[in-house]
C-alpha cells in the first residue's frame, strides 16, 4: 500500500500540547536557526519515495484489544472539542513526514492506531469515516505511545517566542515566515523568548519563562509586564497598598512611601494580635465547615435511615398482607372441612335412622360407587357431558370453548379437541351420527361422529344457548324466555316452531317419551312432542330449575336454593323434597336396573348425591371434585362428572 498526502504541511502551525515528565533541555535560537519551515510532503527536493506504512506486530496483536477498548470514543470526542488547545507550535526543525497524519497533513496530535493498523490523530480517526489509504472504517484500537515518545522528542520554539503569523493577499508573493490559507499559523516573533525546547517539557519551560506576560499584583490597571521585568516594576510602582488595607488602612504609594508608611501605620503595632484573630478566624472557618460537613453527613445518614425505615414498613405490611390472606384462606379451608363433616355425619345419622327403622336395602355395599379415573385436558371449568354409547365415546364442552372427545373403552385418552365456537360450550346433544353443541355465542354447531369434523353452523338465538335435547326427529334448544324447535334434515336445522309463555332462562330440557320437560323460574312445564302444546305445569320453590331427571315413575329436578323436588309421573303430584346439597343442583342423572332405580344429583358444593327413589333416601356422597360439580352423564352403569376444576372423573360400582 502507499500513502499520499493532501494539502501542503506546514512545521509552523497551531496545535494542540505534547505534555512530559522528563527534564527539558533548553537551546538559544542562533542566526542558522530559522523562523518558519514550509515544505510539502510530496516535495521532489525531499528527495523521499512515497511512505509505505507497515503494521507492526504491535499494531497487529492489538486488535483482539478491539472489542474491549472501543469504547464510545466519538461521545467522549465530543466533550472535549471545546476544550481543544490553541498555543503556537512552531518546530525548530523539518519535522519527518513520517510523523505527519494522512488526514489532517499535520503532525500527529494524540495519535492512535485504528484498526485498519494504520495511525491517526484522534480527532481525525474520530471524525472520518474510512481511512484514506485502504477506505476501511476507522475505529480507535489504542494509543500509539511509540509515536507520542517520537513527537515528544521534537524541538519548538517557546510560545511565548511566536507571534501570529500576518495575513497573505491572494495575489500577493507570500513571506517565508507565513502559511498561505492556514488561519491561525505563527512565526517566530525575534523580539520573544529565544529558547526552543522538547515539545514534551514545553509546560515545565514555559511556567518559568521570563518573557511570560503578567500583571502588576499591586493595580491591574498597571501596563502589562514580562515576568523579568516585574522586579523593576514593582520598585517604581505608584500603587503599592499597605499590607493592613484589609482591615481599613487607606495607603497607597512607592516603595519608599510604603516603608515610610509602615513605621506610622496605626495597624502596624497590632499586626500579631490582627494576625492571630485571621487565625483564629480562620480556624473558626475551618471548624464551621468541617461542621457543615457532619450536618450533612448525619443529613444523608438520616435520609438513609428514613429509606430504610420506609422499607421495612413496606415489608411488614406486606408480610401483614400475606399473613390475613393465609389466615382467611385458612378459616375457608376450615369451614368447608366443618361443612364436609357435617354433611357427613348427617348422611350417616340419617342412614342410622332409617336402618333403625327396619328399612332395609338402603344401604348396599355391593352399589357403592368409586372413582375409577380422571381425564384432565380442558383450560376451563367442564359445563356439559354427552355419551355416544355406540363407539363408547363421551364429549365434554368447556369454557375454553372446545369440545374433547375421550375414548371410554380402550385407551381412555382425548381422541380429539373439536374446534370452532367462540364462546363457553353449554349444551351437548347427539341425535344419530350427528353431535349438536349449543354456546354462549348464540350458535349450534352440527358435527359428524364419525369423522368428527363440523359440518354446519346455525345462528340459533339471539342469547346464549343454555340446553338442547333431541326427540321425534327433532331438536329442542333452550334460551331466554324460548324454546325452539328445529326439524333435523341431514346436516340442516329447520325452525319449525318456538315454544312462548316461559318466564325466565330455560336452562333443563329433557325428552321422554312423548313428552318435553322444560324447567324454568320456579316452573315446569310439560309438553306434548307431537302437538308441541303445553299439557301440564308443575310448581316448584327454591328458585329457578337447573335440572330435571325423569325415571319410570318420577319426575325430579334440582334447584338454585340446594332442593330437590319429586313428583308422581303420573298424578303429577309432588311426593317428595330431598335435601342435602348446600348449593344449587346444577345437573341430576338416573341410572335404573329392574331391581331399582339410583338418581345422582350434581351441586355446587363439590359434592355428588347417589338417591335411592325405592325409599327417596341419599345412600353415598362422592367428594372428589375440587369444584363445583356442573354435568353428568350415564353410560353402561358408569356415571361421568364434569367440574368447574376443569376434570372429567368417571364412577362405578
Not at 488526514?103 to 492512535?112: A, G, R, S, W
Not at 490523530?121 to 484514506?132: H, Q, Y
Not at 413496606?314 to 363433616?341: I, T
Not at 346444577?586 to 355446587?604: C, N
Request: charged share 20%; net charge negative; glycine share 6%.
Amino acid at each position: 500500500m502507499e500513502a499520499s498526502f493532501g494539502p501542503t504541511f506546514s512545521a509552523v502551525a497551531a496545535g494542540t500540547k505534547a505534555e512530559g515528565s522528563s527534564s527539558y533541555k533548553q537551546h538559544r535560537r542562533t542566526p542558522s536557526s530559522s523562523s518558519t519551515l514550509n515544505y510539502s510532503p510530496r516535495d521532489d527536493d525531499d528527495g523521499m519515495p512515497p511512505i509505505t506504512p507497515r503494521r507492526s506486530d504491535s499494531a497487529i496483536s492489538i486488535r483482539s484489544l478491539h472489542s474491549e477498548s472501543n469504547m464510545s470514543l466519538r461521545s467522549t470526542f465530543s466533550l472535549h472539542e471545546e476544550e481543544e488547545d490553541t498555543e503556537p507550535q512552531v518546530f525548530a526543525e523539518q519535522p519527518s513526514v513520517k510523523l505527519c497524519c494522512q488526514l489532517c497533513c499535520n503532525v500527529f496530535k494524540d495519535p492512535v492506531i485504528t484498526t485498519c493498523g494504520h495511525t491517526f490523530c484522534r480527532r481525525c480517526a474520530l471524525t472520518s469515516d474510512k481511512c484514506p489509504v485502504d477506505a476501511a472504517k476507522l475505529t480507535v484500537v489504542v494509543n500509539n505511545i511509540a509515536v507520542a515518545e517520537q513527537i515528544g522528542e521534537l524541538f519548538i520554539h517557546c510560545k511565548y517566542g511566536c507571534r501570529a503569523a500576518a495575513s497573505v493577499a491572494g495575489g500577493a508573493a507570500a513571506s517565508p515566515s507565513i502559511v498561505a490559507g492556514k488561519p491561525g499559523a505563527y512565526e517566530v516573533d525575534p523580539l520573544g523568548c529565544p529558547f526552543t525546547i522538547k515539545l514534551s517539557t514545553r509546560k515545565e519551560h514555559e511556567a518559568s519563562c521570563d518573557y511570560r506576560p503578567v500583571r502588576c499584583p499591586n493595580n491591574p490597571s498597571c501596563p502589562p509586564l514580562l515576568t523579568m521585568n516585574l522586579e523593576a516594576h514593582l520598585k517604581e510602582c505608584e500603587h503599592i497598598k499597605c499590607p493592613h488595607s484589609k482591615y481599613g488602612c487607606t495607603f497607597i504609594g512607592n516603595q519608599d512611601t510604603y516603608e515610610t508608611h509602615l513605621e506610622v501605620c496605626k495597624f502596624e503595632g497590632l499586626k500579631e494580635f490582627l494576625q492571630q484573630t485571621d487565625d483564629r478566624f480562620h480556624e473558626m472557618q475551618l471548624t464551621l465547615a468541617q461542621k457543615d460537613q457532619d450536618i450533612a453527613f448525619l443529613r444523608s445518614m438520616l435520609g438513609k435511615l428514613s429509606e430504610k425505615l420506609d422499607q421495612l414498613e413496606k415489608n411488614l405490611e406486606l408480610k401483614f398482607d400475606v399473613l390475613d390472606e393465609n389466615q382467611s384462606k385458612l378459616s375457608e379451608d376450615l369451614m368447608e372441612f366443618r361443612r364436609d363433616a357435617s354433611m357427613l355425619n348427617d348422611e350417616l345419622s340419617h342412614i342410622n335412622a332409617r336402618l333403625n327403622m327396619g328399612i332395609l336395602g338402603s344401604y348396599d355395599p355391593q352399589q357403592i360407587f368409586k372413582c375409577k379415573g380422571t381425564f384432565v385436558g380442558h383450560q376451563g371449568p367442564v359445563w356439559c357431558l354427552c355419551v355416544y354409547s355406540t363407539g363408547d365415546l363421551l364429549f365434554s364442552g368447556s369454557s375454553d370453548k372446545t369440545i374433547k372427545v375421550w375414548d371410554t373403552c380402550t385407551t381412555y385418552k382425548c381422541q380429539k379437541t373439536l374446534e370452532g365456537h367462540d364462546g363457553i360450550v353449554l349444551a351437548l346433544c347427539i341425535q344419530g351420527n350427528r353431535l349438536y353443541s349449543g354456546s354462549a355465542d348464540c350458535t349450534i354447531i352440527v358435527w359428524d361422529i364419525q369423522t368428527l369434523q363440523k359440518v354446519n353452523t346455525i345462528r340459533a338465538h339471539d342469547n346464549p344457548v343454555c340446553t338442547l335435547v333431541s326427540s321425534h326427529n327433532m331438536l329442542f334448544s333452550g334460551s331466554l324466555k324460548a324454546i325452539k324447535v328445529w326439524d333435523i334434515v341431514v346436516t340442516e336445522l329447520k325452525l319449525k316452531k318456538e315454544l312462548t309463555g316461559l318466564n325466565h332462562w330455560v336452562r333443563a330440557l329433557v325428552a321422554s317419551q312423548n313428552h318435553l320437560y322444560s324447567g324454568s323460574y320456579q316452573t315446569i312445564k310439560i309438553w306434548d312432542i307431537r302437538s308441541l302444546e303445553c299439557v301440564h305445569v308443575l310448581q316448584t320453590s327454591g328458585g329457578s330449575v337447573y335440572s330435571i331427571a325423569v325415571t319410570n315413575h318420577h319426575i325430579v329436578c334440582g334447584t338454585y336454593e340446594n332442593l330437590i323436588h319429586v313428583w308422581d309421573i303420573e298424578s303429577k303430584e309432588q311426593v317428595r323434597t330431598l335435601t342435602g346439597h348446600v348449593g344449587t343442583v346444577y345437573a341430576l342423572a338416573v341410572i335404573s336396573t329392574p331391581d331399582q332405580t339410583k338418581v345422582f344429583s350434581a351441586s355446587y358444593d363439590r359434592s355428588l348425591r347417589v338417591w335411592s327413589m325405592d325409599n327417596m333416601i341419599c345412600t353415598q356422597t362422592l367428594l372428589r371434585h375440587q369444584g363445583s360439580v356442573t354435568a353428568l352423564a350415564v353410560s353402561r352403569g358408569r356415571l361421568f362428572s364434569g367440574a368447574v376444576d376443569s376434570t372429567v372423573k368417571v364412577w362405578t360400582c
